[in-house]
């Protein structure tokens, strides 16, 4: 059984940093490529971060460029997202997701996501 559990939001305050972490289960994960969206209520899902298979290249969106960095450890079939200086404005449910080809920015190329964790900030 295919699994991507989100762990690691919760509700700090502008300027503070979370580690979210995304574990995999029930598929070869050094053959996916890993992507961190977001969706914020009543908003689209959008692309946050990528990954490579091996971990190599790495892709942000510009609004969290500089501040967010994406990593994998493929030994522990898990993908991290550090998340820094957080603005009100990253306040959202982030989700991860596997997508079988190479990274993409589209949410509709991935093939397996997760539920999600949430991620509060208070100006």
């Known amino acids: 059984q295919v699994q991507l559990v989100e762990s690691g939001g919760g509700s700090v305050q502008a300027g503070g940093s979370l580690r979210l972490s995304c574990a995999a289960s029930?598929?070869?994960?050094?053959?996916?490529?890993i992507g961190w969206f977001r969706q914020a209520p009543g908003k689209e899902r959008d692309f946050v971060a990528s990954?490579?298979?091996?971990?190599?290249?790495?892709y942000y969106a510009d609004s969290v460029k500089g501040r967010f960095t994406i990593s994998r450890d493929n030994a522990k079939n898990t993908v991290y997202l550090q998340i820094n200086s957080l603005k009100p404005d990253d306040t959202a449910l982030y989700y991860c997701?596997?997508?079988?080809?190479?990274?993409?920015?589209?949410?509709?190329?991935?093939?397996?996501w997760g539920q999600g964790t949430q991620v509060t900030v208070s100006s």
């Open positions: 997701a596997a997508n079988r080809g190479s990274t993409s920015r589209s949410r509709y190329t991935y093939d397996y």
């Open positions: 029930g598929f070869t994960f050094s053959d996916y490529a």
């Open positions: 990954i490579t298979r091996g971990g190599g290249i790495t």
